[in-house]
């Protein structure tokens, strides 16, 4: 990462920057970062290549947080809404981070590294919630805890490593045994011969690894991956793949299905809010929805005719507008136009039928249970002596 660009207005850079102009990526402002939306070969066929073999993703835009001191679990575990307590070293948790008033402030990965705690967060969420936790470290709950941030983005590199090939590919090149990698765990060795964070964790609804290392490492960690190896080469993929990738897999990303206006109950994310387990950041805000109800769902929706639904189309219910499209496309594994949306909770059982507006045409459509691309993460027994 160069500069910041909540200092400078210029575009951030990360690690792998060089990398991508040399294989001649589309480059987009994504979150304030310069970042590859897809390479020559197109988003179908990265999307496609991550389907059938492995993609490979700079994720090197997203923060990486680091928690350390003797309370690291106590601030993490106000910070978050998932139990961070059953978090076993080496173990990773899909969590997110509220606001006082219970809105969504960002979703992130929560990994317990033993002798400290790291936070993923979104790349547009990074300097909020590092203003969070300042916050309530300076006049708050977290005051007089013995835990500090270092924000580690700019000094690594962050990669992801992605489908059904990428253990067998990725086990030539680490020094850790990955036939014992449980998914949402983690194990520190070397890639590429190189020191770093080799996590079994993903966006894309394939099994596959995300690999952290030194930022001054990125760029041959990055080359080394894309190498061809075992018959099979892997594709560079740009947000665009990744995009449709984790639609299909039926995963949220901020800034559609979840920001500050929606509360997690709405967003179908209520599973990860664990309100038993003490103080946690708008814990009174959480527990009123939480009895109220939400008044409306986040649903997964396929249409029944021709058409491609986009972000901020409207739901239509005997022809009046009742909710909006967050995201939207044409599957390029199913071939199907699917998308999410947040409806009334009256239409959001399955098999309930509903219609989209497209370009002023009532395009009838059906809500659908997610995922909906089967998940093939890969699934590991749980060791005797593990706690979660």
């Not at 993703?57 to 910070?79: E, I, N, P, T």
């Not at 559609?256 to 109950?265: L, V, Y």
Request: glycine fraction near 12%; charge should be negative; include cysteine.
């Amino acid at each position: 990462m160069t500069g910041d660009a909540a200092s400078d207005g210029a575009l951030l850079r990360t690690a792998l920057y060089d990398c991508h102009h040399a294989a001649a990526a589309r480059m987009v402002d994504f979150g304030g970062w310069d970042m590859p939306i897809q390479y020559k070969t197109g988003i179908r066929a990265e999307h496609l290549a991550v389907r059938a073999g492995v993609g490979v993703f700079d994720l090197s835009h997203m923060g990486r947080l680091y928690v350390r001191g003797a309370d690291a679990m106590a601030l993490v575990q106000w910070l978050t809404t998932n139990d961070a307590s059953r978090l076993a070293p080496g173990r990773a948790q899909y969590s997110l981070i509220c606001g006082s008033d219970g809105q969504i402030l960002d979703d992130i990965i929560a990994y317990n590294l033993g002798a400290e705690m790291l936070l993923v967060v979104n790349a547009s969420n990074r300097l909020k919630v590092l203003a969070w936790i300042e916050q309530n470290q300076q006049n708050g709950p977290l005051a007089g805890l013995d835990a500090k941030i270092y924000d580690a983005t700019a000094e690594t590199a962050m990669i992801g490593f992605q489908g059904p090939e990428s253990e067998r590919l990725l086990q030539d090149l680490v020094d850790v045994d990955l036939s014992t990698l449980r998914y949402y765990a983690a194990l520190s060795g070397t890639a590429d011969g190189k020191p770093g964070l080799i996590a079994r964790t993903g966006y894309t609804g394939e099994d596959g690894f995300e690999v952290i290392v030194a930022a001054a490492d990125g760029p041959s960690t990055w080359n080394t991956l894309l190498e061809g190896r075992g018959g099979v080469t892997p594709m560079a993929c740009g947000l665009g793949a990744r995009d449709t990738l984790r639609l299909e897999a039926g995963m949220p990303l901020y800034g559609h299905e979840i920001d500050e206006s929606c509360n997690p109950f709405e967003a179908g994310l209520g599973r990860v809010v664990k309100l038993a387990k003490g103080e946690l950041s708008g814990k009174a805000a959480l527990e009123r929805v939480a009895e109220a109800g939400p008044e409306r769902k986040l649903i997964a929706f396929e249409l029944t005719a021709g058409g491609v639904p986009r972000q901020g189309y409207a739901i239509l219910d005997a022809d009046a507008a009742v909710g909006q499209v967050t995201s939207g496309n044409v599957s390029p594994s199913l071939g199907t136009p699917i998308g999410m949306a947040y409806v009334p909770l009256r239409l959001s059982e399955p098999g309930t039928a509903i219609a989209v507006e497209i370009r002023g045409k009532a395009v009838p459509a059906k809500v659908v249970t997610l995922p909906f691309y089967p998940h093939k993460t890969k699934k590991i027994a749980a060791p005797s002596t593990s706690r979660s």
